[in-house]
Antibody, heavy 124, light 107 residues
Framework: QVQLQESGPGLVKPSETLSLTCTLSGGSISSYYWSWIRQPPGKGLEWIAHIYYSGSTNYNPSLKSRVSMSVDTSKNQFSLKLSSVTAADTAVYYC??????????????????WGQGTLVSVSS | DIQMTQSPSSLSASVGDRVTITCRASQTTSGYLNWYQQKPGKAPKLLIYAASSLQSGVPSRFSGSGSGTDFTLTISSLQPEDFATYYCQQSYSTPYTFGQGTKLEIK
């Protein structure tokens, strides 16, 4: 069974860069998309970005100027960097496997396996 | 961005009740609509993908329907473990967006 685990600092200073890594166990990072999703305390879910195992990416336009994702297939890991953080970036950050379900009109992307989430607080 | 609006935002129900949650998109999402359940302090769990396909391991009391802009999640007979917050999510176009959530509480 696929398991995902986020890791990274729980506290980041304003204007600095948030860096998180997601490590996959029980499966291969190949042949799937992989996403980051965040949830501010007490609020809803926001998709941040996804990456294909080949390295192609798709970013949320609201964060595009500050976000980057990368993948390391040799380590079964993918990573998130979010620069110039502010208090508004305080959230639980989840990584998730993102299968693509194909029908005759295109692809439906959904999140079928999630990490437990890691709270990142932005504060001086 | 496609805006997803769920109704109701909160709902009180009893064990055994049939419950329906609605999700409306600001423009068509075709059938690219997914449903999740989230319990406090936990990651969301996928229930339904592609509007009506039941994720493996999810009880058959959960079902989804709809197309275009209007979708529903139905729980046929509420169980104690179903009290949680439910989210819809579209993947018709990026950025993928979620509804604001429906909190299902015990009456």
């Amino acid at each position: 069974q696929v398991q995902l685990q986020e890791s990274g600092p729980g506290l980041v200073k304003p204007s600095e860069t948030l860096s998180l890594t997601c490590t996959l166990s029980g499966g291969s990072i190949s042949s799937y998309y992989w996403s980051w999703i965040r949830q501010p305390p007490g609020k809803g879910l926001e998709w941040i970005a996804h990456i294909y195992y080949s390295g192609s990416t798709n970013y949320n336009p609201s964060l595009k100027s500050r976000v980057s994702m990368s993948v390391d297939t040799s380590k079964n890991q993918f990573s998130l960097k979010l620069s110039s953080v502010t208090a508004a970036d305080t959230a639980v950050y989840y990584c998730a496997r993102t299968p693509a379900y194909y029908d005759t009109t295109g692809y439906n992307y959904y999140f079928d396996s999630w990490g437990q989430g890691t709270l990142v607080s932005v504060s001086s | 961005d496609i805006q997803m609006t769920q109704s109701p935002s909160s709902l009180s129900a009893s064990v055994g009740d049939r419950v329906t949650i609605t999700c409306r998109a600001s423009q068509t999402t075709s059938g690219y609509l997914n449903w999740y359940q989230q319990k406090p302090g936990k990651a969301p769990k996928l229930l339904i993908y592609a509007a009506s396909s039941l994720q493996s391991g999810v009880p058959s009391r959960f079902s989804g329907s709809g197309s275009g802009t209007d979708f529903t999640l139905t729980i046929s007979s509420l169980q104690p473990e179903d009290f949680a917050t439910y989210y819809c999510q579209q993947s018709y176009s990026t950025p993928y967006t979620f509804g604001q959530g429906t909190k299902l509480e015990i009456k």
